[in-house]
């Protein structure tokens, strides 16, 4: 497995005091980094958004961690997944040095393995996250033992899930819900009659979730 992670940017389309915050972008199985990069035209223009491949070449495609099993009941492969969630702690960290980005701002979206990548940086190294959007995914039950409540003190995180997904049920979503209401965070949980997508009604929350951050002054 490659520790490059290969990226494309949109800078920001509008500026801000200081330093841009940045929002790195996750994909999920079977994509590459130029499907959510699609989004970046009705997100926040103060952004600087960075979209990743992912580091596994699957040959269709490139994903997070090697998948088993069958849609609605699929088995995440725990050793590839654990690899990716240290290789991306490391290039999270120093992304907001290399882009010229706020390191007290970055936030996370992401789908599907994408989302699930995303909910593991924010809980396991919240100092590097101002914030998250994890779409259409599951618990990382590896991750749980791992989570220090105390460090997640106001962590706003927005969770997505479509009702109809038979991919990820929805009873994993829910599952998601049900654990980040047991700790410190600022949960935000929304379903949608959708499959495994993302709703275009998803798309004004998303927006108004991240402008209600970014508008708040700096410290």
Known sequence: MATNIRT??????????????????????????????GLADYLDPRFHIVSARAILDIGFGYAWYHLYGVPGNLISDDASRAQSLDILTK????????????????????????GLMTLGLALTVPH??????????????????????????????????????????????????????QLPVDLTYQEYPIGHGIHPDALPLIQRWFAERLNVPRA
């Open 128 to 181: 590097l996250v101002a914030g998250a959007v994890p779409i259409s995914c599951y618990l990382d039950e590896k991750v749980v033992p791992q989570v220090q409540p105390d460090a997640l003190a106001q962590m706003p995180l927005l969770v997505l899930h479509g009702v109809e997904d038979d991919l990820i049920p929805v009873a994993a979503g829910r599952q998601v819900r049900d654990y980040l209401q």
């Open 8 to 37: 494309i940017e949109m800078p920001p389309r509008e500026t801000s005091d200081g330093l841009p915050p940045l929002l790195l972008l996750l994909h999920g199985y079977g994509s590459n980094e130029y499907d959510l990069i």
């Open 91 to 114: 290039f999270i960290a120093d992304l907001p040095g290399r882009v010229g980005a706020d390191p007290q701002r970055v936030y996370v979206l992401g789908f599907s393995q994408g």
